[in-house]
């Protein structure tokens, strides 16, 4: 009998899903299985990362509507990252450490972008106490970094900077032909620097005062610390917004 691996991923972001991108491939090149689907009940924030991610992964055997195992931590050390982490709950070992992400698909070179510096100020999940771009503008100005486009903001949670030139995508992919044209690019903790991480793109990463290490995952990144420019009114509501979802935890419990 065959052995099998579902991965059933329950976090839907970019970044969420790539954290687990390795596994297959080791799965398969230890023999510690022989199968690796991914569980449809997984969630996915858009539909593109189950193609980029795990659609063209040749290590993924394709795609099952059983329920699969979920494991997560963001445990790290000076030589175990989190995917490193996530490899272990898995019962996965290859005697490497300090994993990347991985994807598969071959980026379209766009030769108008060669050389350019770009800044994603797009992030979901929290990256530190980070609130308006002074803290940002001061460090591209204190390192004489001159920024050639911006990514055009996509969502409620971002940090832009001022009359910069704008830059889309029009899916994943076509993120991916940018990432992989351009010379460097600068984000927060979010998908766009574990993407980049995997593309292998020069990538410098801002975080805030707070922000928790696990997810400073990638030995290609760069990680630049900005402390934070929270106001008391800032700092009260997030202690307020911490205190409801630890209420909301405890009454969940009975």
Not at 23 to 39: E, G, H
Not at 146 to 156: A, E, F, I, R, T
Not at 174 to 186: E, G, K, M, Q, V
Not at 215 to 244: C, E, P
Request: with cysteine.
């Amino acid at each position: 009998m065959k052995k099998t691996l579902i991965i059933e991923i329950q976090k839907g972001g970019l970044g969420d899903h790539l954290f687990y991108s390795h596994l297959p491939r080791i799965a398969k090149q230890t023999n510690a299985f022989d199968l690796v689907f991914i569980s449809n009940k997984s969630q996915f924030r858009n539909e593109d990362y189950k193609k980029l991610i795990w659609e063209l992964n040749p290590f993924v055997d394709g795609f099952t509507d059983e329920s699969g195992i979920f494991h997560f931590s963001t445990y790290y050390t000076d030589t175990q990252n989190l995917l490193d982490t996530l490899m272990l709950l898995y019962g996965l070992e290859d005697n490497k450490r300090m994993h990347e992400p991985e994807i598969y698909y071959q980026p379209i070179l766009k030769a108008n972008l060669k050389g350019a510096i770009v800044y994603d100020p797009n992030f979901i999940s929290y990256t530190g106490d980070l609130r308006s771009n002074l803290l940002i503008q001061k460090w591209f100005r204190d390192n004489h970094v001159q920024v050639n486009y911006q990514m055009v903001v996509l969502g409620n949670r971002f940090i832009a900077l001022r009359d910069q030139p704008l830059l889309s995508a029009a899916n994943i992919f076509d993120f991916c032909n940018i990432l992989a044209s351009i010379d460097t690019i600068y984000c927060f903790t979010t998908g766009t620097a574990t993407l980049a991480a995997a593309l292998k793109v020069k990538t410098f990463v801002f975080y805030g005062k707070g922000h928790e290490k696990g997810y400073r995952h990638s030995l290609q990144n760069k990680y630049i610390y900005l402390g934070t420019d929270y106001r008391f009114v800032d700092q009260l509501k997030k202690m307020l917004f911490q205190l409801y979802h630890l209420f909301t935890r405890k009454n969940n419990l009975f």
